[in-house]
């Protein structure tokens, strides 16, 4: 008995030591934070994966010694870049030579979008006041301490199930981390300004490069706006100058000069490129306004909030007893008003960052000009590709069979006089053959324009699909009739995502919510697979990609390692004009 409280009290001394630790990760991932301030992503990625180690070693020992089983909560790590045939990796519709900044990108959205990283944080927190009450709550309680602590210590860092929505303080909390985000990152954003202003005393190939580093950060920031606040922030920027092309005497020519390589002209252009892009600056002018901006808004909420905080734990500390429940209801009055109005200042200042990092209508004018010169080329081999299936299709297989019966309708002829029983049975067998050649016929015809397409319209199209499908799908949303090159484009698209689904993705269930606003039709796909797609390993998603396109559509796709895989497609289309009464489909139906 003596040797087993001897045991749980080292034990709860070696526990509490460890906890006390935990400050020390919580600092090094506040240097790492400040680093991510001013453009160092890595920094903050490196501390973060940095201290999961000391979570690890006390998920063991709470399973060894204090008999609290902790599974790891993490997410899947993001899988290694994979280089193109071309010698390129790809990031979205981004190509870089080398992986490291897609690797980090990729690692950072992976550790910051994970839950338990959150978790880990507060943890790390309360963990080490855990720690203090742990020495004397072991010496008077023995091994029931420990146990008690492991139940801690699940509840921080094992794993949770998901929830349907988030209470009130803790939604309110989300909207004032968010808040504290957006300044954050409108300060790294102002901080990528200086060195590119520098990068200007000489005019040099660094400040083309430090724009797309600043450009990369202030995409950061539209991409966050969009998640956290729901406040969506196009990109303004014209697209990069393609790689200088050789004349028919093999010199480059930029402006009226011409080079023998192609290493001025393409820095030439891309500094051009750079220079005279009007989102550059604006970008920069940005910085400095939602700073301040944001500042503004943040300093009033952070001062209620933490405040309401540090009051409570003043008065109930350092105040006596009466003084503090009489002011108590003060502090708590000051952190519940501080969260009330994180949301919506948080949504007023992603509106107000909108203002100046949105596109102008100029800079859309001259972003769907380009975009129509890059679309035309891919529409032009797309609809190539296609007709060159056709005509394989046809030549192949109808075209065959039809020569077949051809001949076997000259041996008819030929025996129908000297063997009437083996001319019939020829001609049964042609019968057969003309059914199962009509049948390949209506297949391919529906793999150009299905019939269902024409008469009912993309919803229903999109259920019929969906019937036929291996995969148990369900289909929701509302559609006019629309544009007949657009359901088309969107219904070969979704065929896409499905076979993908079950072909590649091993999936049993997949959605597809529909539907129409403002001009956009707006499709998304999300089945309950493996994950893992990628647009470089494979010409499916890049198909997808090419259709939309030449519509002026997006594609976006997230797939995790374990799942699930969403798709989100929009594509800019009108009403159907010829479509005299346009029906729209029921609002659900699962196949």
């Known amino acids: 008995m003596i040797r087993t409280y001897l045991t749980a009290v080292r034990r709860g001394f070696v526990l509490a030591g460890l906890a006390l630790v935990s400050w020390l990760d919580l600092l090094l991932e506040l240097v790492g934070f400040c680093l991510l301030c001013v453009g160092l992503v890595f920094a903050y990625t490196l501390a973060l994966e940095g201290t999961r180690p000391r979570a690890a070693l006390t998920r063991r020992l709470a399973g060894r010694w204090c008999g609290a089983d902790v599974e790891p909560p993490y997410r899947p790590a993001p899988p290694e870049p994979e280089r193109e045939r071309d010698g390129w990796y790809r990031d979205g519709n981004s190509l870089f030579k080398r992986s490291w900044f897609i690797k980090w990108t990729k690692r950072f959205e992976w550790i910051s979008d994970d839950p338990a990283t959150g978790r880990d944080l507060g943890w790390q927190l309360w963990n080490p006041v855990a720690g203090l009450l742990l020495i004397p709550a072991v010496l008077l309680a023995g091994p029931r301490a420990l146990r008690l602590y492991g139940k801690w210590t699940r509840w921080w860092l094992g794993p949770r199930p998901a929830r349907a929505g988030d209470g009130w303080i803790k939604a309110r909390s989300k909207a004032f981390g968010f808040q504290l985000g957006l300044f954050a990152l409108s300060i790294a954003q102002l901080g990528m300004v200086f060195p590119t202003l520098l990068s200007l005393i000489w005019p040099s ?80 002018a940005a910085a400095v306004v939602n700073s301040v901006v944001l500042l503004l808004m943040v300093v009033p909420t952070a001062a209620l909030v933490f405040s309401g905080l ?11 007893f009466g003084q503090a429940l009489a002011l108590t209801p003060v502090a708590v009055a000051a952190f519940v008003a501080g969260l009330a109005a994180a949301p919506w200042l948080a949504r007023l200042g992603a509106r107000f960052a909108k203002l100046l990092l949105g596109p102008t209508e100029a800079s859309r004018l001259e972003q769907r000009v380009e975009r129509l010169k890059q679309t035309r080329t891919d529409a032009s081999v797309a609809q190539a590709a296609e007709l060159r299936r056709i005509e394989r299709e046809l030549h192949d297989g109808v075209q065959s069979r039809l020569v077949a019966m051809g001949m076997k309708l000259g041996a008819v002829e030929a025996l129908i006089d000297s063997d009437p029983a083996a001319a019939k049975r020829m001609a049964a067998e042609l019968r057969r053959t003309s059914s199962e050649t009509l049948t390949e016929l209506r297949l391919l015809v529906r793999g150009i324009h299905p019939p269902v397409l024409s008469e009912r319209g993309l919803g229903d199209a999109v259920r019929a699909m969906a019937l036929d499908s291996p995969l148990r799908a369900s289909v929701s949303g509302l559609l006019p009739r629309l544009e007949q090159p657009a359901e ?3 219904y070969f698209a979704v065929s896409e995502l499905l076979g993908n689904a079950a072909k590649h993705g091993e999936a049993r269930r997949v959605s597809i919510e529909l539907g129409y606003d403002d001009g956009v039709l707006r499709i998304e796909v999300t089945d309950d697979g493996k994950g893992g797609a990628n647009a470089a390993r494979g010409s499916g998603i890049r198909g997808i990609e090419r259709r939309l396109g030449a519509f002026d559509g997006t594609f976006a796709l997230t797939s995790p390692l374990g799942g699930p895989t969403k798709a989100i497609m929009e594509i800019p289309c009108q009403l159907d004009p010829d479509a005299s009464s346009p029906r729209t489909s029921t609002s659900s139906e699962t196949a």
């Not at 490069?209 to 539209?222: F, Q």
């Not at 393609?242 to 009226?256: E, I, L, N, S, T």
């Not at 540090?310 to 006596?320: D, E, I, N, S, Y």
């Open 488 to 490: 088309a484009c969107a």
């Open 205 to 284: 190939p660094l400040f083309p490069t430090m724009v797309v580093a600043g450009r990369s950060v202030t995409d950061t920031l539209r991409r966050e706006a969009k998640n956290w606040t729901g406040v969506r922030i196009d990109r303004p920027y014209l697209p990069e100058p393609p790689f200088p092309v050789p004349r028919a005497d093999g010199m480059y020519r930029h402006g009226r000069q011409l080079y023998d390589t192609p290493w001025w002209p393409a820095r030439l252009a891309r500094f051009r490129w750079a220079m005279f892009d009007r989102a550059t600056w604006r970008d920069m």
């Open 310 to 320: 540090w009051g409570v734990v003043a008065l109930w500390v350092w105040r006596p």
